[in-house]
């Protein structure tokens, strides 16, 4: 039976792109989703072997979504899709339950033979990853998150500029509870305005600048 994969990219052309390429070379595409919310929800329905997630997507990304995934069903092996190579975003996902990081500047070969390596029990990283997120990885998961999964995706949401209302609509929570999770936020990270909620989400890796 070829692997099943559940594959999310906000991005059409690369997402079509991928589940072709991932095809041509025997995997089932079981889903391509335009983002980690939906992702999350193709995972429970489906329940893939793998899941590759791209690392900036709106909403809820990469790393969010994998948190949410291994929470729920600790099944399927996770792999993140990231432009980026950025070692700040490492220790979240390692936590997060990640176990294949693979930029989107090498080929196809590589994320079939991460593929392999986490189906394998391996953590794997992209050859052409810098040595700060290779160390990065040899660390493992670091110091505990001071947010919550919860907590986190509000900063993300608020960095993408939406307000308490829409937070609360997004996150299926009451407009009270989105206010106490960003009030817990501040306090906890000592940040005093949504400026520096910002700067802390681009430091995190939360959001693209």
């Given at each position: 039976?070829?692997?099943?994969?559940?594959?999310?990219?906000?991005?059409?052309i690369l997402r079509?792109?991928?589940?072709?390429?991932?095809e041509s070379h025997?995997?089932?595409?079981?889903?391509?989703?335009?983002?980690?919310?939906?992702?999350?929800?193709?995972?429970?329905?489906l329940a893939p072997?793998?899941?590759?997630?791209?690392?900036?997507?709106?909403?809820?990304?990469?790393?969010?979504?994998?948190?949410?995934?291994?929470?729920?069903?600790?099944?399927?092996?996770?792999?993140?899709?990231?432009?980026?190579?950025?070692?700040?975003?490492?220790?979240?996902?390692?936590?997060?339950?990640?176990?294949?990081?693979?930029?989107?500047?090498?080929?196809?070969?590589?994320?079939?033979?991460?593929?392999?390596?986490?189906?394998?029990?391996?953590?794997?990283?992209?050859?052409?990853?810098?040595?700060?997120?290779?160390?990065?990885?040899?660390?493992?998961?670091?110091?505990?998150?001071?947010?919550?999964?919860?907590?986190?995706?509000?900063?993300?949401?608020?960095?993408?500029?939406?307000?308490?209302?829409?937070?609360?609509?997004?996150?299926?929570?009451?407009?009270?509870?989105?206010?106490?999770?960003?009030?817990?936020?501040?306090?906890?990270?000592?940040?005093?305005?949504?400026?520096?909620?910002?700067?802390?989400?681009?430091?995190?890796?939360?959001?693209?600048?």
């Open positions: 039976m070829p692997l099943r994969v559940v594959l999310a990219d906000d991005h059409l079509q792109g991928l589940k072709a390429l991932l025997g995997l089932d595409v079981v889903a391509a989703e335009p983002d980690g919310r939906t992702a999350v929800e193709a995972v429970r329905r072997d793998v899941v590759v997630l791209d690392m900036a997507m709106p909403g809820l990304n990469g790393v969010e979504a994998a948190h949410e995934i291994t929470r729920r069903e600790p099944r399927p092996h996770v792999l993140l899709l990231s432009g980026l190579d950025d070692p700040r975003v490492v220790p979240a996902a390692l936590r997060a339950g990640v176990r294949g990081f693979v930029l989107k500047a090498q080929g196809v070969d590589d994320l079939l033979r991460a593929i392999e390596a986490v189906v394998g029990g391996s953590l794997y990283v992209s050859p052409g990853a810098s040595q700060a997120v290779v160390d990065a990885c040899a660390a493992g998961a670091g110091a505990p998150d001071p947010l919550s999964p919860r907590e986190r995706q509000v900063v993300q949401l608020v960095a993408e500029g939406q307000s308490t209302k829409q937070i609360a609509q997004l996150l299926r929570i009451s407009v009270k509870t989105a206010e106490f999770h960003r009030g817990s936020v501040m306090r906890k990270l000592h940040i005093h305005d949504t400026a520096g909620l910002v700067r802390y989400a681009i430091r995190q890796g939360l959001i693209t600048p």
